[in-house]
């Protein structure tokens, strides 16, 4: 079985992840219109009578504000954690399963395994995707690393990971003080150097594909996040893939 994966696009505008193993489509997250949504998955091949289900990370409305029409509009299922699905008002579909943060189950041939990550939302979590062989982690919408986050994601085969501002260019920015503490914060988004740490803590040893996300248009560049990240790992920049608001990332796939 391959797994592959494709980003519709990320960043306070709207994110979205496709993932895909053997006859398993699913969506993480859904913050784009239920129009725009099925435009850019024709971007990569794919329609809205594709997907299987869709997994939310929280319910900040990047992440989260298609996922209601979508669900209704194609019958999928939605898991979601029970602070997740009440915070966003999607525990009354028909369709919602509440998970754990922390939770494992599959869909199929594809492997899920929640985790908890600290933001400031009623319940998030994020995903590591695998069919058996390799695996695929997803990390988005964090203040920090925990050392359980550090734990699952240690030996990952792709990384989506948050390089979301620099600190210099946040401080500088024209953010309003506010939100500038609360990007910044324990429980707002990581940063460049934050990012390049995780990987300084994990085993990269399996990692085939990089992508840094969830970039700031105002507060970061993609050629600090690739240099950052590619500081870490000791490669070329070139080889950290960044994946942006407007077209996301086309497929990656695992192999081998």
Not at 186 to 212: C, E, F, K, P
């Amino acid at each position: 079985m391959t797994l592959r994966f494709a980003c519709l696009g990320t960043g306070s505008r709207g994110n979205a992840v496709v993932v895909v193993a053997g006859r398993t489509t699913v969506l993480v997250d859904c913050g784009f219109s239920l129009r725009e949504t099925g435009r850019r998955l024709l971007r990569v091949g794919l329609r809205l009578e594709d997907l299987s289900a869709v997994l939310v990370s929280h319910e900040h409305s990047d992440h989260c504000a298609g996922v209601a029409r979508l669900a209704q509009r194609s019958g999928l299922s939605i898991y979601a954690t029970h602070g997740t699905l009440q915070a966003s008002g999607l525990q009354g579909l028909p369709r919602a399963r509440a998970i754990a943060p922390d939770q494992r189950f599959a869909l199929d041939g594809l492997e899920i395994q929640a985790y908890p990550l600290p933001h400031d939302a009623r319940e998030p979590c994020q995903f590591v995707l695998g069919d058996g062989c390799h695996r695929l982690g997803l990390v988005t919408d964090a203040g920090h690393v925990s050392a359980h986050m550090q734990r699952l994601l240690d030996g990952c085969d792709a990384l989506l990971l948050e390089t979301n501002h620099d600190p210099h260019m946040l401080a500088r920015g024209p953010y309003p003080p506010a939100l500038k503490a609360r990007v910044g914060s324990a429980y707002g988004h990581l940063s460049n150097a934050q990012g390049a740490d995780l990987l300084s803590r994990i085993d990269t040893s399996r990692l085939q594909h990089l992508v840094a996300g969830h970039l700031s248009e105002q507060n970061n560049t993609p050629l600090q996040a690739r240099a950052a990240l590619a500081g870490a790992l000791g490669c070329a920049p070139e080889w950290v893939a960044v994946a942006d608001q407007q077209q996301g990332l086309p497929w990656r796939e695992l192999s081998g």
